[in-house]
Nanobody, 125 residues
Framework: VQLQASGGGLVQAGDSLRLSCAAS????????FYWFRQATGKDREFVAA????????YYADSVKGRFTISRDNAKNTVYLRMNSLKPEDTAVYYC???????????????????WGKGTQVTVSS
């Protein structure tokens, strides 16, 4: 699976953004998809996950209620809708995928099989 993230940008606190992760290659619908982020000088951290079936989602406490992950299997695309953005959301955002059926998800980076290049999200105060 090849992944390409897009949709990042520079926004103000309180604004919204939608990130997209386009996938190609092996069966999209067989994989669970994740978003991670990495701020400068910090470790990469889990943000959100959506099960291969699309029927379950999981979020980090820091984004719960503000971010929504979704998928469109017809378009082989996963989305991350980010509302009420805060300066602390500033990071490079990465999409990732795993063929593991484990749920609740393994939120560690080691659990991912595929990674896309990141997209920068900068939130100004």
């Amino acid at each position: 699976v090849q992944l390409q993230a897009s949709g990042g940008g520079l926004v103000q606190a309180g604004d919204s953004l939608r990130l997209s992760c386009a996938a190609s290659g092996r069966a999209f619908s067989d994989h669970s998809f994740y978003w991670f982020r990495q701020a400068t000088g910090k470790d990469r951290e889990f943000v959100a996950a959506i099960k291969w079936s699309g029927q379950a989602t999981y979020y980090a406490d820091s984004v719960k209620g503000r971010f929504t992950i979704s998928r469109d299997n017809a378009k082989n695309t996963v989305y991350l809708r980010m509302n009420s953005l805060k300066p602390e959301d500033t990071a490079v955002y990465y999409c990732a995928a795993t063929g593991s059926s484990r749920w609740p998800p393994d939120v560690t980076t080691e659990g991912m099989n595929y990674w896309g290049k990141g997209t920068q999200v900068t939130v100004s105060s």
